[in-house]
């Protein structure tokens, strides 16, 4: 999905559309359809990768998600991520740090949630809020923001030198798509739950917040580990658009069953020959 990339330099989220579906030619039911389609090769794909990193392999990926409140991260993992098999995935949701996280550099939390090896691992938000929040809300010196770019950029690089390939995704919503979800929860009592009278508060910030999505996608979007932007006012697309991703990492991994360490005709006659006990 070379359409979603976002090239290197400045960056202005106003100039790319929300409601926008690049590189698919599709409406809804095809989109759904194309998802529904890729299901069977993307757990094709992360069911190989899982039995790699189970026989020594060291590969892993790690999808990051990012975006305002109700662009759908958590549509992403039960549309998107729920195609592949459970036992091969590690999701983390981050939320406000611990008093025990705080009291370590920001990205310690974040270490300690990475992908084990053959694991599909993915970020409900990440180390990004630590440069995007902690902007906003001035909950860090501008000179740690600043140090915190680097500090990212470098734990990436080593990420994928180790084997991690990571697909950073902004899910680009609009304030106004924004605010029609928040109201559709309002009128459903089954998603009360999910309404957070904060939401309405961080919506005061909307251009804050633009501002640092731009600065902070800018300052980290390397060759190593790209971001995406992936218009999320269809639900659909952005489903679609971030599973066309994870395929395309998997494709581009390749990986192959392993051999087995046994004989398999071997273990067959063995099988046949055996008597279970009485």
Request: with cysteine; glycine share 8%.
């Amino acid at each position: 999905m070379d359409a979603l990339r976002v090239p290197t330099g400045p960056v202005d989220l106003t100039a790319i559309e929300t409601d926008a579906a690049p590189g698919f030619d599709g409406g809804k039911s095809e989109g759904k359809a194309a998802l529904a389609e890729m299901g069977d090769e993307l757990a094709d794909l992360q069911e190989r990768l899982f039995a790699e990193g189970r026989s020594g392999g060291r590969r892993s990926v790690l999808l990051v998600l990012q975006g305002m409140d109700t662009s759908g991260k958590g549509g992403v993992l039960r549309h998107t991520v729920g195609l592949v098999d459970p036992q091969g995935v590690r999701i983390t949701s981050f939320k406000a740090p611990s008093e025990e996280e705080r009291s370590h550099d920001f990205l310690w939390r974040i270490e300690r949630a990475l992908p084990g090896p053959g694991y599909l691992g993915v970020f409900d938000r990440s180390h990004y809020e630590d440069v995007l929040i902690a902007r906003v809300r001035h909950l860090a010196p501008d000179d740690e923001i600043e140090r915190r770019y680097e500090a990212i950029n470098d734990f990436e690089q080593r990420l994928v030198e180790s084997g991690t390939t990571v697909v950073k995704c902004m899910l680009h919503v609009s304030a106004d798509e924004q605010r029609e979800r928040l109201l559709a929860r309002l009128d459903d009592p089954t998603k009360y739950w999910k309404y957070n009278p904060g939401d309405v508060d961080e919506r005061g910030y909307w251009g804050a917040y633009r501002e640092a999505y731009e600065l902070a996608i800018e300052r980290t979007n390397t060759e190593l580990a790209p971001w995406h932007v992936v218009p999320s006012d269809k639900k659909w697309y952005r489903n679609l658009a971030v599973g066309l991703l994870l395929r395309d990492a998997l494709r581009d991994l390749d990986p192959q069953w392993p051999a087995p360490d046994f004989d398999p005709e071997v273990e067959r006659r063995r099988l046949l020959d055996a008597e279970p006990p009485a």
